[in-house]
């Protein structure tokens, strides 16, 4: 695997090196099975167990913006309540699954 660039001696070094990582069946398979995904992994978002203390900050913060959108109409503020409601809801029912199953 000569790419024409290095010195002979130092071409030979870094073949040794690469059949010395490709014998390495572990870092192999990890090499093999490492992919960057662009979409959430749906089973660590399902195992998402929010905490009492976030949940409660969470509505506060959604009052708040809900509030203040309501009083100003800055879409700035209904834009940011539109984003953190959401994510309220979805921590709030996690939190009322765990509190549920025991």
């Given at each position: 695997?000569?790419i024409?660039?290095?010195?002979?001696h130092?071409?030979?070094?870094?073949?040794?090196v690469?059949r010395?990582?490709?014998?390495?069946?572990?870092?192999?398979?990890?090499?093999?099975?490492?992919?960057?995904?662009?979409?959430?992994?749906?089973?660590?978002?399902?195992?998402?167990?929010?905490?009492?203390?976030?949940?409660?900050?969470?509505?506060v913060?959604?009052?708040?913006?809900?509030?203040?959108?309501?009083?100003?109409?800055?879409?700035?503020?209904?834009?940011?309540f539109?984003?953190?409601?959401p994510?309220?809801?979805?921590?709030?029912?996690?939190?009322?699954?765990?509190?549920?199953?025991?």
């Amino acid at each position: 695997m000569s790419i024409g660039r290095l010195p002979e001696h130092e071409q030979r070094i870094l073949d040794e090196v690469e059949r010395a990582l490709s014998r390495d069946r572990r870092l192999d398979r990890r090499l093999r099975t490492l992919r960057l995904s662009r979409r959430p992994d749906p089973t660590r978002l399902l195992s998402y167990r929010p905490r009492t203390l976030t949940v409660l900050l969470l509505l506060v913060l959604s009052v708040t913006l809900l509030v203040t959108g309501i009083v100003t109409s800055a879409p700035g503020v209904i834009w940011a309540f539109a984003a953190v409601w959401p994510v309220t809801l979805f921590a709030s029912f996690r939190l009322l699954c765990r509190w549920t199953e025991g």
